[in-house]
């Protein structure tokens, strides 16, 4: 049976005297580790090209840190799990009661007792991220936690900072436009600088690798869950800005993670929910979805992420991509030639539990070639299902070491067997400082894409059109962001010398709000309408269409996906953002103002509507003043 027993954190300081770091007492020795690791992490520093061979001195500094490792410490170090509360050891008593719901333990610290994991996975709704000091606690407490315990490994500390639509820590850290808005960038600079940022602010708050960048090529306009968190439709462009973004994260010394291998851009399916299939030859897989993961090999990627989607072309059992050997040990580590971390994508969705149970997942993921199993449903099934795994023989302790080596490989290169700490100061100059906005700033006014401007509509003029009626869809801003999107662009536009209103219709208005908001456009010079996945039957289109009726000058904002446009065919001002955080909707609205030039160009081709066959608008589009 497993340990039991809990560890302690008793030190919840932020220091004092000349110590800067978020704490300064009851700090565990970390000797017996440093004299196993002398020289490892400077030797392992990450390579700006793809990933150096270990060092066989090095590999045999961790084997013996292996080899000291009881069974059920190795079966642990192969989990990230997740866990709630704001704190390593005194969460809040909700938090403490659904640890106990979930996982069986009060906090951080038991878990990390308990199950000796080796990651933990921070989540907003998990309460872990309130502010960038008490993350940074957290972290600590969490690594103070797992060095406390008797051959105690720091541990990796990962979260899901995609930016754009997917984001865990929101203000006052810095929030960059998503993947498809730097794909209308078409900057490396850029991505390399997002990386690099976002990497140093993690880093200050004790987490050491970032579950992105989004390597899948989106070519289904449909896609319900990858779609703008995408960088595009071609692949070498995706590959590009993939590659960019890993050296950015990595050379701040934050794991990145590329995901979701094979290729998860060409479904209709929400792998949350469903178990999506692709239908791709393995000819096309090779000419498209796998061109940014070779990129991000060759650009030295620390983790890989699989995706719970059924491949025939790849694999024909119907298994899923995480649990097939042949795609992860065959493909990614036989012909794309990957020693890196695999890390599974949730084990809590769907599109891996739906043909074998809790129990089984694990063990398959592993055998498959798997090295990090991430937030089962169950940590107690899934642990104890390995562990039964190899005291029955049907997996050897071999094969853990094989992937516990690569997880040590990876925390020597991001420094964690040195110091995994962090420091007040560090979190205070790094986290959300003026110059990091302003380069969010800088770079969300070149992702602005301009797709239609019949007759001069933008930009707008303050003297000729000084009162700005904006309206449209209001859905839940992205972590951390103001929200929401109407009132964002309204005072934007305010700060710009016009005087905005704000008029939230929803991404399905009534008939009754569609009057009301034609009604407040009569009183206004001009509208700004926010779309959101406008679809043929969505009554936003009765209510763009109204409003251009009503005769005033109306300039559509897609703040979402840029195949609104193909649905509103009598917009004669139109404008893509990619996702509804703050930063990117600012931007806009300087656009809007004409206080910047729109420079962004589709990244993903536009269909038409009434034929799916034919191209409405080319990747490239974009116009500008």
């Not at 498959?368 to 039964?388: F, I, T």
């Not at 009057?515 to 209510?543: I, M």
């Not at 559509?556 to 139109?574: C, F, G, K, Q």
Request: glycine share 10%; charged share 20%; with cysteine.
């Amino acid at each position: 049976m497993h340990d039991t027993s809990t560890g302690s954190d008793t030190d919840t300081g932020s220091g004092t005297g000349s110590d800067t770091r978020t704490g300064s007492t009851a700090r565990p020795s970390r000797r017996a580790v440093l004299a196993a690791t002398a020289g490892l992490t400077a030797a392992l520093t990450v390579p700006t090209t793809a990933q150096a061979a270990p060092d066989a001195a090095d590999d045999r500094r961790l084997r013996a840190l292996i080899s000291r490792m009881t069974l059920q410490e190795k079966v642990g170090q192969l989990f990230v799990m997740r866990v709630y509360g704001h704190s390593a050891t005194a969460p809040d008593q909700a938090d403490i009661d659904a640890n106990l719901k979930e996982i069986g333990v009060r906090t951080a610290a038991e878990l990390i007792a308990k199950y000796r994991v080796g990651g933990i996975i921070y989540f907003t709704w998990a309460h872990n991220t309130r502010d960038p000091h008490q993350i940074a606690e957290l972290s600590d407490g969490i690594q103070r936690a797992a060095l406390d315990q008797p051959r105690g490994l720091p541990v990796l500390i990962a979260t899901d900072q995609e930016h754009g639509a997917v984001c865990r820590i929101g203000k006052p850290a810095t929030l960059f436009p998503g993947a498809m808005a730097i794909g209308a960038g078409r900057s490396r600079s850029d991505a390399r600088t997002l990386g690099r940022i976002s990497g140093a602010e993690l880093r200050a708050m004790g987490i050491n690798q970032d579950y992105a960048p989004d390597a899948d090529v989106n070519v289904n306009p449909a896609n319900p869950v990858i779609g703008v968190r995408s960088f595009g439709a071609d692949p070498d462009a995706v590959a590009a800005l993939v590659a960019a973004e890993v050296k950015g994260y990595q050379a701040a010394g934050v794991a990145a993670t590329a995901k979701h291998f094979p290729g998860h851009g060409d479904t209709a399916v929400d792998s949350h929910y469903g178990f999506p299939v692709i239908t791709h030859s393995r000819e096309l897989w090779e000419e498209l979805d796998a061109v940014p993961f070779r990129a991000a090999i060759a650009a030295g990627i620390d983790s890989i992420m699989t995706a719970h989607i059924q491949f025939p072309a790849l694999d024909g059992s119907g298994d899923p991509a995480t649990l097939s050997r042949p795609i992860l040990t065959g493909i990614l580590r036989g012909e794309l030639g990957y020693d890196g971390v695999v890390i599974t994508d949730s084990l809590g969705m769907q599109g891996v539990r739906s043909k074998y149970g809790d129990d089984r997942v694990p063990v398959l993921a592993l055998k498959a070639g798997v090295d990090q199993l991430l937030n089962p449903p169950s940590l107690d099934v899934a642990w104890n299902a390995v562990l039964k795994a190899v005291r029955d023989g049907e997996l050897t302790e071999a094969r853990l070491d094989e992937s516990i080596l690569r997880i040590l490989r990876l925390k020597a290169r991001r420094g964690l067997l040195d110091d995994p700490y962090t420091r007040r100061l560090g979190v205070d100059r790094t986290v959300g400082t003026r110059s990091h906005l302003a380069a969010a700033d800088r770079i969300a006014e070149r992702t602005t894409t301009l797709l239609v401007n019949e007759g001069g509509t933008l930009p707008f003029d303050r003297r000729r059109e000084p009162r700005v009626l904006v309206l449209g869809a209001d859905p839940a801003s992205p972590s951390g962001t103001t929200g929401p999107p109407t009132g964002v662009l309204a005072a934007a536009l305010t700060g710009l010398g016009f005087t905005a209103t704000a008029l939230s219709t929803g991404t399905a208005p009534s008939a009754a709000t569609v009057d009301k908001a034609v009604a407040a456009a009569r009183d206004a010079d001009a509208v700004v309408v926010a779309t959101y996945n406008v679809t043929a039957d969505s009554s936003q289109r009765t209510l763009v269409e109204r409003l251009l009726a009503a005769g005033g000058p109306v300039a559509v904002v897609a703040i979402r996906n840029p195949y609104d446009i193909a649905h509103l065919p009598s917009a004669r001002a139109a404008l893509a953002t990619y996702c509804w955080t703050d930063v990117e909707l600012r931007a806009a609205a300087r656009v809007i103002a004409g206080r910047v030039a729109p420079r962004g160009r589709l990244p993903v081709p536009v269909q038409r509507a009434d034929d799916p066959a034919r191209v409405l608008y080319p990747i490239g589009h974009g116009l500008t003043y």
